[in-house]
């Protein structure tokens, strides 16, 4: 018996021993020259490490099963979108089964922004351009993630996520918890006390188009000023990030405006 149990350590020593952090810049000085080139290296167990700045990419992204994508300095400072032409590929990310991706900003212009299997996706920043698919797939968990525009179709987990859903949030299925849900979503999970879920402008600090998606220090998705009740937690991949402003009443176009490219 001692000496399977000797052989068994050995065995996951020697994995954790061969997983390593693979850093990309915009500079291409990292371990790897770009992101496509850190994933085709990167293998289950492996850690891409994304260093503050803009990566614009002419193909979609594939992250192995496995692999984890990091932004250093979270959403707030890490973009990745696809570059604008008229073939664009369907999905700028794709995330594997058993993938998992971590304050990243991924605005696409393509069909699918963001397709996952089994994935977990927390601390993220989910923008799609062009009202298509923000998220497609399935059994997947959003945790603090900010999804913007078209539809979020997939079976999932989204706790403590401000979800804008243009076109229909499909939450048939899913389970959804401390989030803050507008616009076209299933009515069902839309200001739920159950499972303290709103419906109330997240009041971010940027005027429309600047992606500034920091909280203003009166925002509900703050989790002192929770509509439910004070909470341990913020909901979104943001905290506060300036002071009160004026509040007014808003449509839900002039919400959605919010973050809309001029």
């Not at 839309?190 to 402008?201: G, Q, Y």
Request: aromatic content about 8%; hydrophobic content about 40%; some cysteine.
């Amino acid at each position: 018996m001692k000496t399977i149990i000797v052989a068994t350590v050995l065995v996951f020593a020697a994995t954790a021993a061969q997983s390593r952090t693979w850093r990309v810049n915009t500079a291409g000085t990292g371990d790897a020259p770009t992101l496509h080139a850190a994933m085709d290296s990167a293998a289950a167990g492996d850690v891409v490490l994304v260093e503050a700045g803009e990566y614009p990419m002419e193909s979609g992204l594939s992250v192995p099963s496995g692999v984890r994508l990091v932004g250093e300095s979270g959403p707030a400072h890490t973009l990745v979108y696809v570059v604008f032409s008229y073939d664009l590929p369907p999905t700028t990310v794709s995330l594997r089964s058993g993938a998992d991706m971590s304050g990243i900003h991924v605005r696409g212009s393509t069909t699918v922004v963001v397709y996952s299997v089994n994935a977990d996706v927390d601390h993220c920043i989910i923008e799609s351009e062009n009202d298509f698919k923000v998220v497609e797939g399935s059994n997947s968990n959003f945790i603090n993630c900010l999804l913007l525009g078209g539809v979020c179709n997939i079976v999932a987990t989204y706790g403590q996520c401000i979800i804008y859903s243009t076109l229909g949030f499909g939450a048939i299925g899913s389970t959804v918890f401390s989030c803050d849900v507008l616009g076209s979503v299933d009515p069902s999970i839309d200001a739920s006390a159950t499972n303290f879920n709103f419906s109330l402008d997240p009041q971010f600090c940027g005027i429309p188009g600047s992606g500034n998606y920091f909280l203003q220090s009166t925002s509900p998705c703050l989790g002192a000023n929770n509509p439910f009740e004070p909470l341990p937690f913020d909901i979104g991949p943001l905290g506060a990030g300036c002071g009160t402003v004026r509040v007014e009443e808003r449509t839900w176009g002039g919400v959605k405006a919010l973050y809309r490219n001029p």
